[in-house]
């Protein structure tokens, strides 16, 4: 079940991306549309059904252009290319010197880092990545800061889903704030230099990073490991 749930996501997060870079869509109502030709008619059950689609369309396009805005310039380019100048693989792979395997498991990775925005949803290993963080404590409080005026009655928008995403949106903010707090201190331990370090080049292996604080491995491991620790709580509550 669980995997059959994380394909849906993946096809849903491609079909959002196609749907971002296609210049032909006429594209969806924007809310201000919307309040005109809906607001007084939700009470027609019809109406409402197309009304939460439209909404949920708009928010699928805030949290795609939040995803595509915390990705590395380099994935930002692979799907300009891909899903807006529509190249296939081999053209591809020329144009941004990545072998064909590689832009396969980049095409996954990046399916699954737009879902997880759709879904609001962060995991324990983004935890170093600090610009995709920001991207969905932005995300999150664009969003709340607009349902008064995309649906101030409650009549799409649940109680409980408003309750969720509030106190998601609280955990990731102190999430943010606690790595904020971290890298803006004077780093005089340890424990601070690889933390920053690992901020600085979330990519790279432990193996790296040793080398640019000048420790062990098994050194760096143990003190990403217990940050981590540390900030799961706020992703995993």
């Not at 995709?132 to 995300?139: A, R």
Request: proline share 2%.
């Amino acid at each position: 079940m669980h995997k059959e749930k994380m394909e849906f996501s993946l096809m849903m997060a491609d079909d959002a991306l196609r749907q971002h870079f296609d210049d032909r869509r006429d594209g969806c109502c924007t809310f201000t549309q919307i309040q005109k030709t809906c607001r007084n008619l939700l009470s027609v059950d019809n109406v409402r059904r197309v009304y939460a689609r439209l909404l949920k369309m708009e928010l699928n396009q805030r949290a795609v252009q939040a995803a595509i805005q915390s990705l590395p310039e380099e994935k930002q380019r692979y799907l300009r290319l891909k899903y807006k100048q529509e190249k296939g693989g081999i053209a591809l792979s020329l144009a941004l010197h990545v072998s064909v395997a590689q832009l396969n498991l980049w095409h996954r990775s990046i399916l699954e880092h737009v879902a997880q925005f759709m879904l609001y949803q962060l995991r324990v290993e983004d935890i170093f990545f600090y610009k995709k963080i920001v991207g969905m404590v932005q995300l999150l409080s664009e969003t709340l800061a607009c349902f008064s005026r995309m649906e101030p009655d409650g009549v799409v928008i649940t109680e409980a889903w408003l309750a969720a995403i509030t106190t998601r949106h609280a955990d990731y903010r102190m999430l943010l704030n606690s790595i904020e707090e971290l890298l803006h201190r004077e780093l005089g331990t340890l424990h601070e230099r690889i933390v920053a370090a690992k901020f600085a080049h979330p990519y790279e292996p432990s193996c790296l990073i040793a080398r640019k604080c000048h420790v062990d491995d098994a050194v760096v491991s143990r003190h990403l490991r217990q940050f981590t620790d540390a900030m799961a709580e706020y992703i995993t509550s």
